[in-house]
């Protein structure tokens, strides 16, 4: 025997399914809220990890003044992404990545290295293209000024590039460099 007729439990039930849909819907609707950020969220926490890494060495770490020395800048790549080479991959396209001196008081002799770069099928832009993918060492050669004094010195700059995985491009983004060195005593009879 129940206490509730067939009417009554239907009414039971019908509160009670708006009740149990009310609290699924308030959770859902607060958890969205926190567990999925906004647009700008993910833009700026996207941006503050970066695919690229520079790191900037000079060779020799002294050098006296008229003496050439080697800017190496190694470049490491966030595993499944590339740049592309420092040579244009076809004219009118600004692909090429770029490395510019901010301020550089030693003189630049030839211009930038690079290892032979890898063709690939670039899957975001759909095309072969020169890349270099996991690390990449640059080099340059420079001389110190004969009429510099000596002391510690600061090289920087900055990379300018596109970085890919195959699915999607960064826009043109740039990446400082810096490192330091010793101009040291030169020659007095020379």
Same mark, same amino acid.
């Given at each position: 025997? $129940?206490?509730?007729?067939?009417?009554?439990?239907?009414?039971?039930?019908?509160?009670?399914?708006?009740?149990?849909?009310?609290?699924?819907?308030?959770?859902?609707?607060? =958890?969205?809220?926190?567990?999925?950020?906004?647009?700008?969220?993910?833009?700026? =926490? %996207?941006?503050?990890?970066?695919?690229?890494?520079?790191?900037?060495?000079?060779?020799?770490?002294?050098?006296?003044?008229?003496?050439?020395?080697?800017? @190496?800048?190694?470049?490491?790549? $966030?595993?499944?992404?590339?740049?592309?080479?420092?040579?244009?991959? =076809?004219?009118?396209?600004?692909?090429?990545?770029?490395?510019?001196?901010?301020?550089?008081?030693?003189?630049?002799?030839?211009?930038?290295?690079?290892?032979?770069?890898?063709?690939?099928?670039?899957?975001?832009?759909?095309?072969?293209?020169?890349? @270099?993918?996991?690390?990449?060492?640059? %080099? %340059?050669?420079?001389?110190?000024?004969?009429?510099? $004094?000596?002391?510690?010195?600061?090289?920087?700059?900055?990379?300018?590039? %596109?970085?890919?995985?195959?699915?999607?491009?960064?826009?043109?983004?740039?990446?400082?460099?810096?490192?330091?060195?010793?101009?040291?005593?030169?020659?007095?009879?020379?």
């Amino acid at each position: 025997m $129940s206490f509730y007729g067939p009417f009554q439990r239907s009414i039971f039930i019908q509160r009670a399914g708006w009740s149990l849909w009310f609290v699924i819907a308030l959770v859902l609707s607060s =958890s969205s809220v926190t567990a999925f950020p906004s647009f700008e969220e993910f833009s700026r =926490s %996207r941006d503050k990890v970066s695919p690229v890494e520079v790191t900037a060495l000079a060779d020799p770490v002294s050098v006296k003044p008229g003496q050439p020395f080697d800017l @190496h800048l190694l470049v490491k790549l $966030s595993e499944g992404w590339h740049i592309y080479a420092l040579e244009e991959q =076809s004219e009118g396209e600004s692909l090429a990545t770029q490395i510019r001196f901010e301020e550089n008081i030693f003189r630049a002799t030839g211009e930038w290295v690079e290892p032979k770069p890898t063709i690939a099928l670039d899957g975001a832009l759909d095309k072969v293209v020169k890349v @270099h993918t996991d690390s990449v060492r640059f %080099r %340059r050669n420079l001389i110190v000024p004969n009429d510099l $004094s000596p002391g510690a010195y600061t090289i920087s700059g900055r990379i300018e590039y %596109r970085a890919c995985d195959n699915k999607i491009c960064s826009l043109p983004q740039n990446i400082d460099f810096q490192t330091r060195f010793q101009v040291s005593e030169g020659d007095e009879g020379g």
